[in-house]
């Protein structure tokens, strides 16, 4: 049974995650969202309560009486599903990003749904929705829109909240409570835009499309597998969570969703993680090709070719999503980071450090979509080229190696052989 108070931070791997692969939010077990960046992975936080319960914010559903919990994906997507089986009932909440597909219709820059169906007897449902952007800094005021439910504001970002539920403001959170019976349902949605005009989709079989929808994308995707060994399934698994991590406006691929989770509880190894690291980048896009998944390499290598041009033969360690490099290390005094780990930090100053595995990593995923069946354009067997001059005139050089230690450059064996073989194998 669930008693955690909200004070208490509950265990990493509690934390289901959903995505659409521009964003993606973590869902604890006892349904709060805690952990949400808009309007991408690397931009600030909205909830971020996984780093500071008090300070962080989070969107919260769960049952007011206590319960126990069962979760899975929808088939092989990131839609979450999340059943409470309490004393009087069974309530299941549908989480997604609705996946937006095709330019045909229009939608909010992102969409955060939630979907609570009542399963069997009758279960009282709490709700809190208390956002805190700017990794907690703001703390805005909803504003009530009649029928067009709520609306947060700061600078040029818009969040709307739809909700088929009276929900009223408490201090800077909206605060509500529904009852739901079996086979009754009720929606919320928040909608996202920044420098747009907001955008408000409806809720009820509507808004049940839009999950329906963001199933059948994904299984569509997943067909696309062509790997037919032992454990098909895990492997599929996988092979979403990869897809999830990859950005869709540019083909980057991400290393991780979050900042600061720290490498030890009470440690300083806190990194910030919420970039495309080249050598992870192109073993995740060896994975995907060697799974069938060819647009995904595709996709990555085009954005490699326009996120390396400025650099150019050189190669920087890690990239943002739309492939910037200036990403200086700050510390967030305003969270005490989670379990009270810090500091909390945002950016990471690895990018100024040179990794000479990078290149190998990036000429061997070349490789793999080439073996796969890719074909490689003239443009990026120049650029190519290029990384196999640079690393001969440097490979002799020492460098910071992939544990990205904060000391003086050394030779490490690992890079020698990686720069080594893999680009001599290619």
């Known amino acids: 049974m669930s008693t955690r ?16 692969c521009r964003t993606a939010a973590l869902v604890s077990r006892d349904g709060s969202i805690d952990w949400l960046c808009l309007p991408d992975f690397s931009a600030p936080s909205v909830f971020a309560s996984v780093l500071d319960r008090e300070r962080g914010g989070r969107f919260s559903i769960r049952p007011v009486e206590e319960f126990s919990v069962k979760r899975r994906y929808l088939g092989f997507s990131p ?36 979907i609570a169906e009542g399963v069997a007897g009758e279960v009282e449902l709490a709700i809190r929705l208390d956002p805190r952007p700017g990794y907690g800094r703001h703390r805005p005021m909803p504003k009530r829109r009649g029928r067009l439910g709520w609306c947060y504001s700061w600078f040029d970002e818009l969040l709307l909240v739809q909700a088929e539920v009276e929900l009223h403001c408490q201090d800077s959170a909206l605060n509500g409570s529904v009852r739901i019976k079996a086979g009754e349902r009720s929606c919320l949605s928040l909608a996202y835009v920044k420098g747009d005009p907001g955008i ?34 895990a492997v599929l698994r996988s092979a979403v969570t990869l897809k999830l991590l990859s950005f869709a406006l540019s083909g980057a691929i991400i290393a991780a969703p979050t900042t600061s989770l720290p490498e030890a509880i009470g440690g300083e190894r806190n990194w910030d993680y919420r ?31 326009h996120a390396t041009r400025l ?6 360690v890690l990239y943002d999503v739309y492939g910037r ?38 000429v061997l995923a070349a490789h793999a979509f080439h073996a796969g069946g890719g074909r490689l354009e003239s443009v990026e067997g120049r650029m190519l080229a290029g990384l196999g001059t640079v690393i001969a005139e440097c490979w002799r050089e020492s460098d910071h190696g992939i544990w990205e230690i904060a000391d003086p450059r050394r030779h490490y064996t690992f890079r020698k052989s990686c720069v080594g073989w893999r680009s001599i194998a290619c």
Request: aromatic share 10%.
């Open 325 to 362: 490099t200036n990403l200086a290390e700050q510390c967030l005094d305003q969270l005490e980071g989670y379990r009270r780990s810090r500091p909390v930090r945002i950016g990471n100053g690895a990018y100024t450090q040179l990794q000479l595995d990078a290149y190998g990593q990036v």
């Open 200 to 233: 408000i989709l409806p809720l009820g079989g509507a808004a049940a499309e839009r999950v329906d929808r963001t199933v059948v994308w994904w299984r569509s995707w997943t067909d696309a597998c062509s790997y037919g060994g032992p454990h098909r399934e």
């Open 5 to 20: 108070a909200d004070g208490v931070y509950p265990p990493i791997e509690h934390y289901a995650i959903i995505g659409d």
């Open 79 to 114: 839609v979450l599903e999340t059943t409470f089986q309490t004393n009087s009932g069974t309530v299941r909440i549908l989480d997604a990003l609705p996946v937006i597909d095709g330019l045909d219709s229009l939608n909010p820059m992102r969409e955060i749904l939630r």
């Open 275 to 305: 970039y495309c690291w080249l050598r992870d980048a192109g073993l995740t896009m060896a994975a995907l090709t060697e799974l069938g998944f060819h647009d995904e390499a595709r996709a990555f290598l085009s954005w490699l070719l």
């Open 311 to 316: 650099t150019w033969p050189k190669l920087c």
